[in-house]
Each structure stands twice: as C-alpha cells, then as structure tokens.
C-alpha cells in the first residue's frame, strides 16, 4: 500500500476493513492467508526532500520517509493486519511517482519473507493514487547501478526495510513482467480513477495483471479485489516460452461450449469445470548452425504453479528420395524433388503448369487485376501464369490472400491496439473483423453481455440507463418526474432521497414510538409494519461500513431532530438500520419574556427615533439663528431706526378746512 500523506484515508478505511476482506475471501477460498508491507519512496533528492528536519518528519505526524518496509507476512490473523495496518503511520515525498515497482519487486523476491506458499494462488494487490517510477529515474538522484531482482530486506530500525533502496535503480516493466511469470504472481492494481488509464495500459504488458478503479477513500477495496479474483479465477488462459522466431503454437479449445475455437483463453469457469486443449506446434524455419536441434519449451496457465515440459526435435535435413522426371506433380513437365518441382526450359509456375510459348505479358496480367483496378495483384502480390501469387508477410501470423491478394488478417479494426480485440472477441477476416458470439461491433469491441451493467437489485443499469457495449448509459437528462442517474451501474442518484423516506417511519416507532405507525389504540401497528429490520440504538453514528449513509427528519411530536442510518449486511445482504439513541432538540423559548422583549424594543425604537428628530429640529434651529446673526451685523442703515417701522397714528388734513364756505 501506498502510504504517503494523500493515503492517509485510505489507510484509515483498510484497517477497517480488513475482517471483511477475509471473510468475503473465504467465502470464496478455504485457505486465505493476507498480509501487509507499505511503501513511499527512494530517500534521495528530488524524490524525498533531505532537509534534515524533513528526514525526520516531512510532514505533520508523518513518519520519516522510506523506501518500501514489509509490515506482516501472509496469515489467517485478520486481527494482526488490523493491527499492523492502525500502527503503519503516513509519510511524504516531493515528486507525484511513488516508489511502487520497488515495492512489487521486493514482494514478489522475498519469498520466504512474505510467506508465498507453493502451489497456492498468489494475489499481489497494490493500491495507490499516484504513479510510478522506472528504470532509469533512478539517475535524477545519482543511483545508476541496474535493479538486479533480488531480494534485499533487511532488519532496520525494528523493521524488515528494502536495504538497497537508495543504491540500486527502480525495476523495469520488463523486470516486473519476469518477476511474476517466474513466481505465477497475480497482479491487482487497485489504483484511483484518475490514475486507471495508466495502470490499465501496464496491465498489458504484465502477465496475469489487472486494472480495478479504486474509490477515493479505498471502502471498494474488498468488492474489488474480491471481483477481481473472480476473473482471475473464473478464467484459464494459456501461455508458452517458445521461441516465437522458430516455432509457431496454435491453442484449440471447446472451453464450455461444443464447437472447438482457435483460442488460448476460456472464461466463465466453475470449479470443477474440466478443459481440454490441443497444441498445433509449427516449425517456420530451422535454427542456425548443424543439427540435431532440440528445442524445449514449456507450456503453462497464467497465474497458477503448474506446467508442461515439452521436448521439440527439429529435423531439417532429410532424405528427398530418387529425383521422378515429368512428375505428375509438376504437370508432367518437370522433375519432381524434395517436395518441388524443377521445371524445364519453356515452362514455369510452381507445378510447371504455365509456357512462356502460350501466354503473353498482356494476357498475363489481365487476369490479376481487379475489376478496373490498375493494380496488378492488389499490389501485394505478382501475377505468374495469369494468377496472382500473394507476398508473404515479415510477420507469419500475418496472410494476404485472395484470387486479386485483396484480402489480409491484419488490416481491422483494433480495440487497445489489439486486432478485433483479441481472439475471444473476433478475428480478422479480408479485412474485416468477424465477431464470436457475444460481441459485437466493427472492431469486435463491443460486449453483448450485460452481466457489467447489472445493478445490485437485479436490474440491468437499475432501470436507469442502457447497458451499450457492456457499459451503462444513464438518463442524465433530469426532469422533476425523472432525476438524473449515474455511476457505472446508474445507482448514483445526487437528488433521489435513497431509502432514507421508506426507512423513516419505522425507524421512528422502533426507537422512540411515535411517528404515523406508533397508535395507543393499535400498539401491535409497528410491529406489524416494519418486519424488515429491527433498528439498534447507538450513542454516535459513523458511515464505516459499505454503502453507510446517515438520514436526520424531524419528529412531528416535539419538533426534535432525530438521526439513524442504514447498510446491507455484507454477509446476508439485509438491511440493517442504527437509531441514535438522543435527539437534537430546539432550545423552550419563555412566550412573555420574547412578548415583553418585542414591546420593549419598540418602546426604545420610538424614544430613539424622537430624540434623532428633536436633535435635528434643535441643530436647524441654531443653524438660522446664527444666520440671522450675520444679515443684522452687515446691514447698511441707520442702526437707531427700522426701516421697516410705521408709526401707530396717521394725519388727515381736510381740503376745506379754513375756507369761507
């Protein structure tokens, strides 16, 4: 396991989970042995920081950093790993690749270490978030002496550590490859989602290997790796070390089916399934240098401890006989000897059937061309006595064939680079991929099976989606009738309620009666409602196992919120519902202390509001009066008298006051 700080969840969850993961393996095997070593990275810059402070701890509560450590050898003692993994603590590094080939290199070597038993079936499970180094990164920190292989752990500080780590180079992919065929290893990269297209893509090149995608915090580890085993385990698949330049091996096989196929690989086994297969072993050519030549190879299943030893004589000179002059074989033109024919002058042709008297150039030709096509014989092929006779190809499982050379077993469609997808899904025929059963598609690449697409309830994509090409295409397009679905099985619903409604009632009359089924008339009306799970009552509630999720509702009641949760058990599947035993309450609020409180308040907010105006009423009042000030100073009359006075009498003088009239 991959144990710097971005791991640390991960590690959390596989302490956890370590009981789980033996009993579901037992369930499959009756002798499961599991253990446990961790790895970080070579302590050499610019993999690891060596500032000394760093060395100790290059993170808060991390361990010093190191290259890979072996924790536990393989035993029945869940309680052990447990324990092992709780006591391994996190550590750090500076670059984003981890030391992980180091890791399965030293595994897979130290045998007697590790406790791999013989004739066992040996799972190699390596699970991380990042990616990883190789041969010859080892020289941006000075260590250019080659990985030799070997086992190199050795007792320090208390425990067992690879010794070699900062002296020799990370292992090669081709170093891993020989590593696990050597000791039939079975690889499982449980690696992040991130990260599953570059491990897939190792996968290939890694015999017996497989990709699974890893959840963020590792709760899949166990459906995977028991998944995983599954495949491994469900299928045989066929292999040799023969030289490939010399001998040619064919694998033919009815599997489980009637009809025998050209195939290397049978999956869909049951225990006890019995297969029988039949070897068509080829010489292409003699190997150099004088006989007798004696080839052994062996012939073995990936993954398994067993094999077959087969011992090839290869006679290349033999006695061709007496030469037979106009040989019925050559047309009764020519000499018959070691098997062709010696054409006399006149004739030619591979049987001597053609005259160079009888048949021009023209006429010749005329008859290898295709339709209007300009080329002779394709293209790929020369024209002799009229037919074309096909180029043979550098590679020999590669044939251009046809009466025009217009077909070839090459030129198809590929999935992952692999011709029809492999012989399990097609082959190729004139350029066209012919599917088996099963599969579908121009390249062969698309699965009719829907067994990927089933979700835990039986339905295929949960009656959310297609299943198209052996993956689930879900209803993304949400409705207020219909949400939207996804996930690999289209069980991921962000806006569904999940089962939090349908389990609500009866988790509620089960721990604290009350709710729509708790009656005083009718006590009997929970326990005839809710026969499905009998809830438990916890102090706190925690999602630590598969699938855990908490729901919280109000209860009507007295308005408190109460909280339970709900799984599968992962032995039986039923579903089991955890009640927290205290519910979260709102705090009594005193009716008259918030009325008198309400009134209080808008008693102060009108005083508040009096004061502001009459403080503004009094500011304006100064404001004019101290205007009115500065207009008396900086009058031009006479200050004694007002301009604007009138006197309180008035003065009328009668026209005829004094006349004589």
Known sequence: MDLSHSMLDDKIKLATLG???????????????????????????????????????????????????????????????????????ISGNLDAPEGSFDAIMQSIACRNDVGWRDKARKLLVLSTDASFHSAGDGKLGGIVTPNDGECHLALQDGEMQYSESTTQDYPSLSQINRAVKENKINLIFAVTEDQFPTYDRVSNYIEGSIAGKLANDSSNIVELVKDQYNKISSSIELKDNAPTDIVKITYFSKCLGSKTERTNICPGLKVGSEIQWELNVEVDKCPPGPGPHIIPFKVYPVGLDEELTVTLEILCDCDCGIPIPNAM???????????????????????CECSTDSITGLDEEAGCRQGNSSLVCSGRGRCVCGQCQCFPRPNSDENVYGKYCECDNFSCDR??????????????????????????????????????????????????????????????????????????????????????YALKSCAQCQAFGTGELSSDEDPSLCARNCTLFNATHVDELYE????EKICQFRDESDFCTFFFSYYDHPRDGSVQVEVKKTKVCPEIVNAWALILGIILAILAVGVALLLIWKLLTLIHDRRQFAKFNAEVQNARWDTSGNPIFRPATNTYKNPVYGSNK
């Open 329 to 351: 074989q050559c047309s009764y033109n020519g000499t018959y000897e070691c098997g062709i024919c010696t054409c006399p002058p006149g004739t030619f042709g591979k049987f």
């Open 544 to 547: 630590d196992q598969p699938g």
């Open 19 to 89: 009981r789980y993961l033996a009993d579901e393996m037992r369930n499959l095997t009756s002798n499961f042995q599991l253990g446990f070593g961790s790895f970080v990275d070579k302590v050499v810059m610019p993999f690891v920081s060596t500032v000394p402070k760093k060395l100790i701890a290059p993170c808060d509560g991390c361990a010093a950093p190191y290259g890979y450590k072996h924790h536990m050898t393989l035993s029945e003692d869940t309680d052990q790993f447990t324990g092992r993994v709780n006591d391994a603590r």
């Open 415 to 500: 999935v992952n680079g692999i011709l029809c997808g492999g012989p399990t899904q097609g082959s190729c025929e004139c350029g066209n991929c012919v599917c088996k059963p099963g599969w579908t598609g121009t390249d062969c690449g698309c699965s009719e099976s829907t067994e990927s697409c089933m979700a835990k309830n039986g339905k295929i994509c949960n009656g959310k989606g297609k299943c198209v090409c052996g993956k689930c295409v879900c209803d993304v397009e949400a409705t207020p009738d219909a949400p939207a679905y996804y996930g690999a099985t289209c069980e991921n619903c962000p806006t569904c309620p999940g089962l939090c």
